[in-house]
């Protein structure tokens, strides 16, 4: 197991729950993990409050399907949304102190009034729910603002309980597989630099997103720099999904950039602009502040750009308003926030506004795997979490709904894998990890017999981090997308020359820095040829050149390859997979886009032939250097 967040260890469970010897590693110690950051809360249908009545694992579905803006694969959200109750409620089992109902009068703050509900009787005690963004019932369940913390210490006390051995400081830098089967990975100590070879019958990515390619403008930890995806494409065969498909938080914490959950919006908070306007109430009447995170972080830098924005020394910003909710609801069902406020800002939220801008926040894209979490193209290669193209968020992630899927997809996926290793056939091949660790010496060999000179790797970095901000962020035109692919191409080229300063094996920043920045840009330059590619706007994606979704040439997923000795990436593009919701207008945001050309039963027809004579969703790859999608379309429209 490659990463011992949420995710790696709830599916290292599963399988050591089966009898099977299970190894994690982890760059830092679990309970470090990023999963720890996770605030507001789990999205599972349970229907225990009174603004939950009615919620069903059939609502959660249409909620997320319409979040995704139709780029989901509709059997895994089903998957997922019928899965989730029961792994929430396992998780009390394991010991996660959820935030409970109170029955009788409860006083909450709804689209900017104090409303008074009469919580039922005969739900008290039950797990309690607040309201996310983009779901038409409270559903997310929740631990004050401390969910994520709660749920991760529980998980790994139970990966403690069953003896499961855990490698800290320790990172994998290439697989070992025969182009058929992985049979493990090369691993570097972090503490002393040493490499070795773990060779296993199952080899399971779960190291979390890359946000870190954005340089500082992302909420994500510094060790989300995308490894695991790295990992897969370094291969030339697994293909990564919809790396285009990047996620930009509403309120990261500005300038610095920290999470402040979308638990505060559910509980009352609301964004104002520089005239302490609430411009999402007319801009959005039905959800305002909580219409889908795509939408909203799009309204908040229109009025940024529009110059209704706070001026600040770091650059214009808008507020979040919570005073409303008092000194207790912020000491306590928001704690974190207010803490986060506090040591970060020196403000207290109970009188004082709290500066927040759209950061990037989360990857949909990730490890292009199947429903059974089996990662394409190589056998006993897995992936599992936000490494994950799962895929069950599509173009969209609805708040609430990844930190579920860490716990659902790793009981569905450990499951499968426990089920895999029982019926492998010969272990392992001790003769091709022999070779890939050799491999790996001179790799390491080479970096250090670089002279130093000219820029610094740091550098690279940060122009990285801009370039992706400034051109693949909230808002993207083709002409910044181009020029993005043309500098990520340079400093690609430069990265494979620049010298160490620094070369010591053992605990090395430089060094292991080194070893990691030229896979990020090729992760930036996979995500800017996907998003150049992709002429539409759907989800996360928004393109101005190409304001619309266009359902009747884009329903699709694009998968990118990189192949040995290529300069850039393959892409090619598989449907969506068969669609139980036809796509229409989400409910929010914007209502205007191309419809499909084709009824829905014939549009699943087509996918249930290629699935068959495919054996996989994949059936095409693109033509010429238009970068086109794929031939399968030629069924429903003409040649973009």
Known sequence: MIGAGLAGERCAIEAAAAGHSVLILSLVPPRRS?????????????GNCAKAEG??????????????????????????????????RELAHFGVPWTRLRPGINRYHIKGEQVDVDEPTDKAGLIMHRDFGGTAKWRACYAAAGTGHATLYAVDSQVVRLGIDVLDRMEAIALVH??????????????????ETILARAT?????????????????????????????????????????????????????????TEGCRGDGGYLLNAAGERFLVA??????????????SRHMMNEILAGRGVDSPNGPHLWLDLRHLGEEHLTTRLREIYEICHDFLGIKPWEDLVPVRPTQHYS?????????????GLAGLFAVGEAACWDMHGFN????NSLAETIVAGRIVGARIADFVTRAGPGPDAALGSAELKAQEQ?????????????????????????MMNRLGVFRTGEEIEAAVRDLKRLLQEAGSIGLRATAPGPNPELTYALRLPGMLRLALVTAEGALARRESRGAHHRIDYPQRNDAEWLNRTLARWLPGAEGPRLSYEPVGLLDLPPGHRGYGASGYVDLDVSLEAYNQRVAAAQSAEGCLETAEPVGSSLRPGAWRGAFSAPN
């Open 204 to 260: 399971v990515i779960a190291t979390g997103g890359y946000g870190r390619i954005y340089g500082g403008y992302t909420s994500n930890a510094v060790i989300n720099e995308g490894m695991g995806a790295v990992l897969a494409l370094d291969t030339g065969i697994v293909p990564l999904g919809n790396m285009e498909a990047v996620q930009f938080h509403p309120t990261g914490l500005w300038p610095a950039g920290i999470l402040v």
């Open 283 to 296: 801009l959005e009447p039905e959800k305002q502040e909580l219409a889908s995170r795509d939408v909203v």
């Open 364 to 376: 949909m894209g990730g490890v292009r795997v199947n429903k059974d979490g089996q990662a394409y």
């Open 397 to 400: 992630r609805l708040g609430g």
């Open 34 to 46: 990023h999963s720890c950051a996770a605030q507001g809360g789990m999205q599972a249908a349970l």
């Open 443 to 467: 790799r390491l060999r080479d970096l250090a017999q670089r002279p130093a000179g000219g820029r610094s790797l740091y550098q690279l970095r940060d122009e990285m981090g801009e370039i």
């Open 55 to 88: 919620d069903s694992p059939d609502v959660h579905f249409l909620d997320t399907v319409r979040g995704s803006d139709w780029g989901a694969d509709q059997e895994v959200a089903r998957i997922f949304a019928d899965t989730a109750p029961l792994a929430v």
């Open 178 to 195: 025969d182009g058929e089967r992985c049979h493990g990975a090369v691993v570097r100590c972090l503490r002393t630099g040493r490499l």
